[in-house]
């Protein structure tokens, strides 16, 4: 591979869609709306946005206070917008990750505790959603952590999904709003896979199954050639098959890709400690085969990486 995208968030200046060409060792701005999860469709790069950008008409009560009104947005290979679901008609918020898999969209509605999953189709029906330049999206099933009973309790935040498993990260199964801040060791790994029920057809949701528990702050869940990884970001570690695989010094690590190789990981500045004025957001890319060797790294003009895909 010869670029990487990088999504920045929390940043309503210099956050976006950073390009990181690695033959020409430069650094673009490519999209200029803060965004979360970024994930792969036919010619489309599919974004969870923190903001919408066209429908500004569409505003929902049950988003919190201070919680920008969020979309799934379809970018062209020029960046440019191609559609825009405005899916906070469905109370959904605080997108995070995002996954096109088998021809549907995997979407952590964080705000909701929660995880929707919608379904492309070419056909057009009532309240579907624009998808692409022809296609159109709808939710048909969800799973939301029984345990939350306000909005952001668990903070659900990082998924994987394949064809055997779906797994997902979470700072706490708590049941206050934001109940999770300044507690420590208390996130978890949690398999949801046969979980899913109809959307909104559901009260009650079946109990995950806790695959790790004790992580402080855990993102970024990859699997990469039977591998699972994932980051403990309070930590400053990246953990493969449940053990300690690299730890750093400085940062909120945040932000994992895996190709070949290659391992690209994301540093942002922390908005839960003291942060050095003269820290630098940045990524680095290591070599797994080499002794994890850094072999290229760049610092990227915004505050906060949620995560990469290969350009």
């Given amino acids: 591979m010869n670029k990487l995208l990088i999504t920045c968030t929390n940043d309503s200046k210099n956050g976006g869609i950073y390009l990181w060409d690695l033959n020409k060792k430069s650094i673009s701005r490519v999209y200029k709306s803060q965004c979360m999860g970024i994930s792969k469709y036919k010619n489309y790069y599919v974004i969870a946005s923190q903001s919408l950008e066209q429908n500004t008409k569409f505003k929902d009560k049950r988003i919190p206070y201070g919680h920008a009104q969020h979309s799934i947005i379809c970018l062209d290979n020029n960046f440019n917008i191609v559609s825009e679901a405005p899916v906070s008609i469905f109370g959904m918020g605080d997108l995070h990750d995002i996954i096109v898999f088998d021809n549907r969209i995997w979407v952590v509605d964080t705000i909701g505790n929660r995880v929707v999953v919608f379904q492309i189709t070419n056909k057009y029906k009532k ?185």
Avoid at 179 to 188: A, F, I, M, T
Avoid at 213 to 240: A, G, L, T
Avoid at 264 to 275: D, E, I, K, L, P
Wanted: include cysteine.
């Fill in 127 to 311: 309240n579907f959603l624009p998808f692409g330049s022809s296609e159109f999206i709808f939710p048909f099933m969800e799973w939301q952590d029984p345990s939350a009973q306000e909005p952001d309790s668990s903070h659900i935040n990082g998924m994987c999904v394949t064809k055997k498993n779906i797994l997902i990260s979470a700072f706490g199964r708590f049941s206050k709003y934001r109940e999770y801040v300044n507690r420590k060791d208390d996130g978890c790994i949690m398999e949801i896979t046969d979980f899913f029920k109809p959307f909104g057809m559901a009260e009650n949701f079946e109990e995950p199954i806790i695959i790790k528990s004790n992580i402080y702050d855990p993102h970024s869940i990859v699997m990469h050639e039977n591998n699972i990884f994932f980051i403990e970001s309070k930590k400053r570690r990246i953990i493969k098959n449940w053990k300690t695989f690299l730890e750093f010094d400085s940062g909120y690590v945040r932000g994992l890709f895996l190709y070949k190789n290659l391992l690209f990981v994301g540093f942002s500045q922390s908005r839960h400690s003291y942060v050095d004025d003269n820290f630098k957001c940045n990524v680095a890319m290591l070599d797994i085969e080499k002794h994890n060797n850094i072999i290229s790294s760049t610092n990227i003009p915004s505050k906060e990486i949620y995560s990469f895909i290969n350009a």
